[in-house]
């Protein structure tokens, strides 16, 4: 039999002004399996929890009820107030008497009556609350980051810093990411280089991080503080132990035409070799495709030449597990490709821009790369086709972003700023040039970046020409940019030496893939979704994973190293405790009953319903059922309202509770 | 059978709400000192996803005489998508419950977010407004007393027929 104390709170006034307080606990005292009631003026203060403690052990209270304000407000105060004096903290409930009943209603009378029956209704699911105990998972403190840009190498390196070990995966030869890729940036001009490669540097020295470069993540499995991570490790056909990075093997490979994707395609590489002079590890890798070796099984001449033996043409992809107990999602994003049809999009690209059809139209990361003093043409502003200095440039913004029938509407966040930095290399390098920019609005808010805009045209002379181009085509060596100037109101005319299109940020190619590898979500481009847009923007909705950098949208470089630092630091904040607690509130399966149907698996939005074989002693498989990870569940319960047969239960939710609250009113 | 009559009718209205969303905008409108009529008795849920239509159900035989059922705005859910498999439970359990005969004016289904303690007041206040002038449920209190009928073995007949079986 249970005896349950019923505690009504006066809230200063705040409910006793409405509700007649003696009256509610006078007429709970008298509902069956009710021990003890009382009313009390203040029960969160201290004489209040006092009271309430002293009558558990002298009353022997079995469940607790606190008639006050909402559970949202106290639920923790009184729950802990109950374990102090010796009772499960779960068998204690709260019944909302403020905000649902004495601030809502005027009439006292009506007042009262419902509490009364509020009061009741928790009275009847107290008594069916079952005795729970906190959930605690262990922590595995080791992290993944998955993508080697400049988001994933800051997560890293404060996560390293911390002193735990990271895991840093990255798809291409070396990491750097696109950044590495990049000229100057803006607003201060430095050059990327310079600022990137000293943190590629110290990732690679850092003792706490292991770098798996060339490599993808395969399968991963488990949930926060306990992630089993298979990871692929591509065959680069070079030992990178054997390795010195000396370079002969790519100085004598005779395939030395190979576009190479790191310049934009406009640079050429040999069949071995590294992305670019800086890379880390600077290991270099067999392009298997385009080698020699690979293609006809002659060659062989970087084997020859490698002092240390360290290429290897028998190499196999290899597939490393890995335990770790946080991921760091920081794949980054790609261009779109205007010769290909976005996801959503009815049509192909924009033809009418002849991206991919006339040389001399490139799209902003190209130009970058002309730009850098480390790319193909050594820094000087040439055209593809033929090489010469532009004297005329237009450039063409929101290609791709805000076009809504195009499939993508949003705004790509960066080309506003990097076109006006564009047009400053540009007359830097060219001084007797001219560049047009053609944009729909300036976009530019962040620490010095107006200035930054408004300084591309007033000092570096950019004519900005508010509206779109209709058409472009080639004419001679010229290509003839037809557009609007609707500041105007005029059909304006470039004859242009070259053309640089702003094109959309995208999420990484297979970024969906990744993230149901992972069990994220992702939106309709395929950006990863956060946990909420405000107020958890870092973490995922899976708990242990966060997201850093343009995965989860375009940002530029300070505001993804912020989010990056942000998710290590949310990493640490797992990793600051050895195990893991939390509410137990959690679906549970019936096995008996359980006919394996996985309705349950379907809607479970975070992948914890897992199948689970039964057997009999003799080993022989007697059904497969449901089973619910409680590290994974989140306890929202849609499992149990969908399963057919009643064999799910949300603790602390269950039919039985409910049914009672309903039956009591 | 229900023999109270249309003027001193106070409608029962029973809202199964989510606790992220409605049972907090339900908590703002308290904090807001916002009026509305004391019929409403509030249950909490973690989510819509968890509100099984056998409660509904269960509601209507207990006596209410309207249900409301709350939660996050679609795309707002605190697990993702509870409220979208709601959604469509109840798309379909609406359909069964027209099939049976009961008027769908005396269940429905809303949106409230954290932020709306004026949209709680207004869906309350409505729903209490509608269900009052329909006068009170009646078919499901008849089924619950056949049920209780049904389920006792008390009478002297009844216990002698059941031993001898």
Redo the contacts between chains.
Sequence with gaps: MSRIGVFICHCGENISRTVDVERVAAEIGRHPGVAFSTDYKYMCSDPGQTLLKKAIQEQRLTHVVVAACSPRMHEKTFRKAVEVAGLNPFLCEMANIREHCSWVHEDREEATVKAIDIVGMMVERVKKNRVLAAITVPVTKRSLVIGGGIAGIQAALDIADCGHEVILVEREPSIGGHMAQLSETFPTLDCSQCIMTPKMVDVANHPKIKLYTYSEIELVEGYIGNFQVTIKKKARSVDEDKCTGCGVCMTKCPQKKIPNRFDQNIGMRSAIYVPFPQAVPNTPVIDRDNCTWFKSGKCGVCQKVCGPGAVDFEQQDRLVVEAVGAIVVATGFDLYSINEKPKGSAIKGYGEFGHGKIPDVIDGMTFERLASASGPTGGKILRPSDGKEPKQIVFIQCVGSRAREKGISYCSKVCCMYTAKHTMLYHHKVHDGQAYVFFMDARTPGKSYDEFWRRSIEEEEAVYIRGMVSRLYQKGDKIVVMGSDIAVGVQVEIEADMVVLATAIQPQKGADTLAQKLGISYDKYNFYSEAHAKLRPVECATAGIYLAGACQGPKDIPETVSQASAAAAKVMTLFSKDKLEREPVVARVREAGCVGCFACKKVCAYGAVEEKEIRDRQGNLVKIVAYVNPGVCAGCGTCQATCPSKCVELDGYTDEQIVAMIEAL | MDNRTQQDFEP?I?AFVC?WCT??G??L???S????P?NV???????T?????V?IL??FQ???DGVLVSGCHPGDC?????NF??RR?FAAFRKLLEFIGVDLNRLQFSWVSAAEGGKW?EVVTDLTEKVRTMGPMVEFKELALEEQWSGAIDTPELKEAYNAI
């Design positions: 029962k029973i606790t049972y907090a339900a908590d409108a308290g904090t000192r916002m009026q509305y004391s008795r509030v249950l909490k849920f973690p989510c996803g968890r509100i099984d239509p409660f269960k509601a207990q006596g209410a605190h697990y993702i998508a509870g498999h709601a439970r007041v």
